[in-house]
């Protein structure tokens, strides 16, 4: 933040208009990317959590947030009710700070049960893959009913390859000639893939991405469990449901979550991934073309993620990072990605 938090916070729930009063003030903020998040109590002894960002756009930001607002709405009444921390509203609309610098949401304090362990068993993947599956089948039927957002991942495409055809391009993402060119290069493909399988046609839903323990809680003990809450949406989008299946790769690994971040796509392939895509398939049948397209899901991620909005999305230290070892590693890992395993799931 550019001014003191706890200044800006006062002033974002003046704006709001409550008449209650914050009474303290504490962040809770991953710390990892530039987005800021508060915990806000109160002197009724309630609170509300405030995002503070500065990175990307306003108007995507509050765009976002009235889609992940009317998702809400949609899920009400379904078993899914309660699931998503909902956006506060004011006058009928989704409330938000902004003072063309940065810009904030605040969003009501949402129930946490327990955590999924670190690393899943069997049945805890195959539960998971289900209760996933589950949710996209819901978001699918309430899909039509929420306006398309302003950003795709066919233009954030466009954008990067405009980016790295510039002759600034090393400059802006810290990186030498040779690199450019492998990103330039893996830009196009992802592009031209695109195109190939007619994603403009695919079905779009509402898509949350970052699935890591962190991020969500369950009820139900052991393997029996439920989605119960789930909260951050720093890369929300409306898109095919694939974009989720990478960071459900992560969850599904012999590594499971870490805390020490690398993004290599080796978990797509390992046999307690196949374990979950038999089991969602169960649910909510995959397609071979489905298949096909996780291996640019994961590059969309590296190639959007980590360089086009690496700089204002991860910390410094985490972006120059990941950085390198997406040219260096990630992406050439990917061309020798092999995923006959997976299609012999769903063939």
């Avoid at 999924?116 to 819901?138: G, M, S, Y």
């Avoid at 399988?197 to 139900?220: A, C, E, Q, R």
């Avoid at 410094?316 to 006959?340: G, K, M, N, W």
Wanted: charged share 25%; glycine share 4%; proline share 4%.
């Amino acid at each position: 933040m550019t001014d003191q938090p706890d200044a800006v916070l006062q002033q974002v729930w003046a704006d709001y208009g409550d008449s209650r009063k914050v009474v303290g003030i504490t962040e809770v903020s991953a710390m990892v990317s530039t987005n800021r998040v508060y915990r806000l109590d109160l002197d009724d002894g309630n609170h509300v959590y405030a995002k503070v960002s500065s990175y990307g756009s306003y108007f995507l930001f509050a765009e976002d947030h009235d889609r992940i607002h009317r998702l809400v709405e949609e899920l009400r009444g379904t078993r899914f009710d309660g699931l998503l921390a909902d956006v506060l509203t004011r006058d009928g609309r989704i409330y938000t700070w902004y003072d063309q610098r940065q810009w904030a949401v605040l969003y009501r304090g949402l129930e946490r049960r327990r955590s999924l362990p670190r690393i899943l068993d069997d049945a805890e993947i195959e539960r998971l893959a289900r209760e996933i599956a589950e949710f996209h089948l819901a978001c699918t039927e309430l899909a039509p009913r929420l306006p398309l957002t302003s950003k795709s991942i066919k233009s954030d495409a466009i954008h990067l390859l405009d980016l790295l055809e510039s002759p600034f391009a090393p400059r802006n993402f810290d990186l030498p000639a040779e690199h450019i060119g492998v990103l330039r290069r893996h830009t196009h493909a992802f592009l031209t893939r695109l195109d190939e399988m007619h994603y403009d046609y695919w079905t779009k839903i509402p898509v949350l991405i970052d699935w890591n323990l962190g991020n969500f809680s369950v009820t139900g003990e052991g393997a029996n469990f439920r989605l119960f809450s789930r909260w951050d949406y720093d890369w929300f989008r409306i898109e095919p449901r694939l974009l989720d299946f990478y960071f459900l790769s992560r969850v599904s690994s012999r590594t499971g979550d870490r805390t020490q971040f690398t993004y290599g796509s080796h978990t797509m392939t390992e046999p307690r991934f196949q374990r979950f895509i038999r089991a969602y398939h169960q649910v909510m049948p995959l397609s071979v073309d489905d298949i096909r397209f996780l291996p640019e899901v994961y590059r969309f991620f590296i190639l959007n993620y980590v360089i086009r909005e690496g700089a204002r999305f991860f910390r410094p230290d985490y972006c120059s990072t990941f950085r390198r070892q997406a040219v260096t590693h990630h992406l050439p890992a990917l061309e020798r990605l092999d995923i006959t395993p997976l299609l012999k799931i769903v063939d």
